[in-house]
């Protein structure tokens, strides 16, 4: 106990057991965002080749456009499957770097304007006026109750807040890789060693 307290590392044995399942849900959680990102991408292939040429002046923007939209949906399928984890994490990290720098640094941290956010910028405090405002002529034009039945009016920010977390989410997968036990990456490697 003293050598695992003065290195900093106590590891509880009885953890140790599920350490799988770490890796396990980061690939069920990230998957899903992928595929359906991917997905939305194939399906407005030509408005996103153009986004990409005119909004983010990307070269080569067809054969950018067909390199995300594969590492999305082909990343989605392996990352469900749980092979090839930390090779198709690679990619997809650089997707999530390019989404944050090139597509929403210029709007901040948050994801989602809040106005109480110590990370509220100009353009957050902006949006509380805005979401006041949308309210009001949903209130007095709309069946408002109705319109947030499901939930109340919200503006988006568009920050780097979700690329940022994808991006962490993916280099812990790369070091952890697919894990034990739910993963075609562990199954083939035992395949590999018993030969």
């Known amino acids: 106990m003293q050598s695992l307290l003065h290195t900093g590392l106590l590891k509880l044995p009885s953890t140790s057991r599920f350490e799988w399942s770490a890796s396990l849900l980061l690939r069920l959680y990230l998957a899903p965002i992928f595929l359906q990102a991917g997905w939305t991408k194939l399906l407005a292939f030509n408005d996103t080749v153009l986004w990409f040429e005119h909004s983010l002046n990307l070269p080569l923007p067809t054969l950018l456009t067909v390199l995300a939209l594969g590492s999305e949906i082909i990343g989605g399928v392996f990352l469900l499957l749980g092979l090839g984890v930390r090779l198709i994490a690679l990619p997809l990290m650089l997707v999530m770097l390019v989404a ?45 109750e109705w319109l947030t039945s499901n939930g109340t009016v919200t503006i988006l920010n568009n920050g780097v807040e979700f690329a940022i977390t994808y991006f962490i989410m993916l280099l812990a997968l790369f070091f952890l890789g697919a894990g034990r036990y739910v993963s075609l990456d562990y199954w083939l490697q035992q395949r590999l060693h018993s030969h």
Not at 111 to 137: C, P, T, Y
């Open 100 to 144: 944050a720098f090139l597509v929403h640094f210029e709007n901040g941290w948050l994801a989602i304007s809040d106005s109480s956010s110590w990370l509220a910028n100009q353009q957050v405090l902006d949006a509380a006026e805005k979401k006041q405002r949308i309210i009001a002529i949903l209130q007095e034009h709309g069946n408002y």
